[in-house]
């Protein structure tokens, strides 16, 4: 099947839309607070485990769930560390 001259035209404007569809995409993600999403992960674990979501003024739900988080994130350490250990001593 032969190509026409309006069969290229067609096929080379398809791709301009679709270059355009994802540059406005990238651009739009881009512009989401100018952050990383490295930064944004960060800020997330960290806010997570200070309680920065829980009600500050009830000092028990405070302090109970920062204790809990952190105990949380010692305990995924641990296990972390003890599993490397583990797979090291099986060579």
Known sequence: MK?????????????TA??????DRVSREAESGGRSVIDRAARR???????????????VE????????ILGLVLLVGLIVW????????E
């Open 18 to 23: 679709e270059s355009r569809r994802i540059l």
């Open 62 to 69: 405070y302090w109970g769930t920062r204790i809990g988080r």
């Open 83 to 90: 599993l490397v250990l583990y797979l090291a001593q099986g």
């Open 3 to 15: 190509e026409g001259p309006g069969m290229a035209k067609d096929r080379d404007s398809e791709q």
């Open 45 to 59: 674990a960290r806010d997570h485990v200070t309680a920065a979501d829980v009600d500050h003024e009830d000092w």
